[in-house]
């Protein structure tokens, strides 16, 4: 019996069963007590302060005690249902949270480096779209409205109003009723475009000031115009438009950088489409069905 017993102690198996067993043993006491990382939410001084600063930015005030201890549980009650939804998986197959998920990606690869951008590298960049940035003309002026559909010798009228006009005849006692303003101060050639039409706003900048001029023609009818004064289209320098360029300048080197990192990141996938035939044709997708990229 002794040999036997002997025989079975030098086993290998028995050895790696018993330090199974004491290893069992040994972390089944340790953390008999302890909490699971999972399941443990801290809550830092840090965290609390920036609790209480947001809140502060809110109300432009800082929250009494009561405030913010209904803040700090809110915030955790956020954490448990946050921690719980992953645990079961919620966040899975969501559109939204994939979406979100995303734009705080793309928000985190964005490089700002740029933002030191020396004057030389932003006239390069303006240089590459001057027109964006150019200051469009200004224009005040006064317009008479006549309606052809109310005037039968509509020329014959046309010409006798202008000629009153010039004469020095008060252009609000003239015309015929529109809501559009018979006033129009220092306006941006868009704005004018927006209220008459591309070719009215065209033709308006392009008049001499001074004497009354027309008919003009609008989507509304006629015009007689009389160009008051123009600030002609001009082409800023840098100095002076130097943030709204840095501003577009950094948006692009953005992109630019988001999509560098995601062609980097892309290379390591490989990418399958399924065919996709329509119900009419049996044709495939316009996107290259099947294709791998």
């Given at each position: 019996?002794?040999?036997?017993?002997?025989?079975?102690?030098?086993?290998?198996?028995?050895?790696?069963?018993?330090?199974?067993?004491?290893?069992?043993?040994?972390?089944?006491?340790?953390?008999?007590?302890?909490?699971?990382?999972?399941?443990?939410?801290?809550?830092?001084?840090?965290?609390?302060?920036?609790?209480?600063?947001?809140?502060?930015?809110t109300w432009s005030r800082p929250p009494t005690a009561e405030e913010l201890d209904?803040?700090?549980?809110?915030?955790?009650?956020?954490?448990?249902?946050?921690?719980?939804?992953?645990?079961?998986?919620?966040?899975?197959?969501?559109?939204?949270v994939r979406r979100r998920m995303r734009m705080?990606?793309?928000?985190?690869l964005e490089d700002l480096s740029g933002q030191d951008a020396s004057d030389e590298v932003l006239s390069k960049f303006l240089a590459k779209d001057p027109e964006r940035y150019r200051n469009e003309a200004l224009v005040a002026f006064h317009q008479v409205y006549l309606n052809p559909d109310l005037r039968p010798d509509f020329d014959t009228d046309a010409s006798?109003?202008?000629?009153?006009?010039?004469?020095?005849?008060?252009?609000?006692?003239?015309?015929?009723?529109?809501l559009v303003p018979r006033t129009y101060h220092l306006t941006r050639q868009s704005e004018v475009a927006r209220d008459f039409g591309e070719e009215f706003a065209s033709q308006v900048v392009s008049l001499p000031p001074g004497d009354w001029r027309g008919p003009i023609f609008s989507p509304f009818g006629a015009h007689l115009v009389r160009l008051d004064s123009?600030?002609?289209?001009?082409?800023?320098?840098?100095?002076?438009?130097?943030?709204?360029v840095l501003r577009?300048?950094?948006?692009?080197?953005?992109?630019?950088?988001?999509?560098?990192?995601?062609?980097?990141?892309?290379?390591?996938?490989?990418?399958?489409?399924?065919?996709?035939n329509t119900p009419k044709t049996g044709m495939l997708s316009s996107a290259v069905a099947g294709e791998r990229r």
């Amino acid at each position: 019996m002794p040999e036997r017993i002997h025989a079975l102690w030098r086993e290998p198996l028995l050895h790696f069963l018993l330090i199974g067993f004491a290893l069992f043993l040994y972390y089944g006491m340790a953390n008999e007590n302890a909490e699971t990382p999972e399941k443990r939410i801290h809550i830092d001084r840090g965290q609390v302060q920036q609790l209480a600063s947001n809140f502060e930015r809110t109300w432009s005030r800082p929250p009494t005690a009561e405030e913010l201890d209904a803040i700090v549980e809110n915030h955790v009650r956020e954490e448990v249902f946050y921690r719980e939804a992953m645990a079961m998986g919620i966040d899975q197959n969501d559109p939204m949270v994939r979406r979100r998920m995303r734009m705080k990606l793309e928000f985190m690869l964005e490089d700002l480096s740029g933002q030191d951008a020396s004057d030389e590298v932003l006239s390069k960049f303006l240089a590459k779209d001057p027109e964006r940035y150019r200051n469009e003309a200004l224009v005040a002026f006064h317009q008479v409205y006549l309606n052809p559909d109310l005037r039968p010798d509509f020329d014959t009228d046309a010409s006798r109003l202008l000629s009153r006009l010039n004469g020095g005849s008060d252009p609000d006692s003239l015309g015929d009723r529109t809501l559009v303003p018979r006033t129009y101060h220092l306006t941006r050639q868009s704005e004018v475009a927006r209220d008459f039409g591309e070719e009215f706003a065209s033709q308006v900048v392009s008049l001499p000031p001074g004497d009354w001029r027309g008919p003009i023609f609008s989507p509304f009818g006629a015009h007689l115009v009389r160009l008051d004064s123009r600030t002609d289209a001009r082409m800023p320098d840098l100095a002076e438009i130097r943030d709204d360029v840095l501003r577009d300048y950094l948006a692009e080197k953005r992109d630019e950088q988001k999509n560098l990192a995601y062609q980097k990141l892309r290379e390591g996938y490989e990418v399958t489409v399924d065919p996709l035939n329509t119900p009419k044709t049996g044709m495939l997708s316009s996107a290259v069905a099947g294709e791998r990229r």
